[in-house]
């Protein structure tokens, strides 16, 4: 019994909580997947999305394309898709 | 008199939708007010076994709405409140054998003798919730703190806010305040944040909520044995117009804290 509360009482004091803690999983995940559900878009047509606007983007500017964020935010009756698409650094 | 009619969903089954409807109405009921509960799950109807009224059903919805019968004659008065009935769903017919508008007209008639009519509906989004939302001034979804009943709940409120449901409220139910602080399990903030909806209340999980629908008696009966209890009691009160704190899920002592810290809990 000693053992076992000693050893937890070192995981605890080692292991960061946060990023292994199953609900921050779950958060990510149900947040990702309501991305789809809301704009009733598949993962496949999301990803075609995305990568029909970066190649629309990319002949005007130069975009950082390992970058890009999509996301759907509601904000009480109100739903925006917010895309994100960085521009490279010019050299 | 002029009720108001509230439905209560949530998409997924199996997230306490019946046991909510069953203890919301006998709290209100407990408060004074006329109560009509409407099981609107025909074909799996349940909301008559959790208030123990199983036995008394004569007539079902849709004996009245097919004019087997009268509304009144359909209706059951429960064994302890003398002001709460029950409009039983029909078990050998199928979601088809009401329609949305028969549920309005049914709906408004006991608005009419109620102060609060709450409608049971189905899980799922097919025919059987559009009967059940037809007809009800407002909506309340039931979710848990698991990624399934949070992504259908998402898809409800949806579903409410296209059909013109100003304000839809949330009850987050079985709740485990152990679980949440070891960091597996979401809490309150990230589902509200998650779903970007009112909070209407939290129900803690209670193992006591088994015992009482074996007995086929709603926990609000005994809130003083039960946390389940306590927490649908505040909601009633809340519905009813009340202002009242979210009841504490457990209390952060100094000595608690120390203790989840040093990791003895």
Redesign the interface.
Known sequence: MKEG?II??LK?LFKN??DV????I??E???F??IQ??IKLSPGEMESLKEELLAVLSKYIDVDSSNIKMEVD????MMALVANFPLKRSV | MAGKAIVITSGKGGVGKTTTTANLGTALAMLDRRVCLIDADIGLRNLDVVMGLENRIVYDIVDVVEGNCRLEQALIRDKRQNNLFLLPAAQTRDKTAVTPYQMQELVSKLKEEMDYVLVDSPAGIEQGFKNAISGADQAIIVTTP??SA??DA??II?LL?TEGFKEPEVIINRIRQDM?Q??????ID?MIE?L?IKLLGVVPEDENIVISTNRGEPIVLKPEKSRAGQAFNNIARRIDGEELPLMSLEKDTLLKKIKRI???S
């Open positions: 509360v937890d009482l605890k909580d946060k803690s199953s609900k921050n779950a958060k995940r149900l947040q997947i309501l559900d809301r509601r904000h009480d009756d | 698991e990624v949070v992504r998402d898809r949806g806010e949440v070891k960091g597996d399990m979401m809490d990230d998650i970007a040093v990791g003895l």
